[in-house]
């Protein structure tokens, strides 16, 4: 089992910006994959970014490429630099970890890809 914790949301201006961390717990070394997703009011949840465990080989959606950046520390802690927020990130945030290899693109993952979830943390932009 591995446990996953969010902090870091929060209220910005468009163009702000603010770091995610999630904590991971438990069995963190089985973990494959970590991940962010997010979820606006009203949509389905949607992967932002990936990062493979040891190798640090990252994706990220095209939505937030460029303004994201998913790092890790030692599969203990997951991060996500947010920055040049705009209003459309407005949602929350999910941790998420998945354990064992997937040959789907990632930026094609939905949550039928992920073992474990955190309990979000909210993060919204205005304008």
């Known amino acids: 089992q591995v446990q996953l914790v969010e902090s870091g949301g929060g209220s910005v201006q468009t163009g702000g910006s603010l770091r995610l961390s999630c904590t991971v717990s438990?069995?963190?070394?089985?973990?494959?994959?970590l991940m962010w997703f997010r979820q606006a009011p009203g949509k389905e949840r949607e992967v932002v970014a990936t990062i493979t465990t040891g190798s640090g080989s990252t994706c990220y959606a095209d939505a937030v490429s460029g303004r994201f950046t998913i790092s890790e520390d030692n599969a203990k802690m997951l991060f996500l630099e947010m920055d040049n927020l705009e209003p459309e990130d407005t949602a929350m945030y999910y941790c998420?970890?998945?354990?064992?290899?997937?040959?789907?693109?990632?930026?094609?993952?939905?949550?039928?890809?992920?073992?474990?979830w955190g309990q979000g943390t909210q993060v919204t932009v205005s304008s």
């Open positions: 998420a970890a998945r354990s064992g290899w997937s040959s789907l693109n990632c930026r094609m993952w939905t949550e039928a890809e992920v073992n474990y």
């Open positions: 438990g069995d963190m070394y089985s973990t494959t994959y």
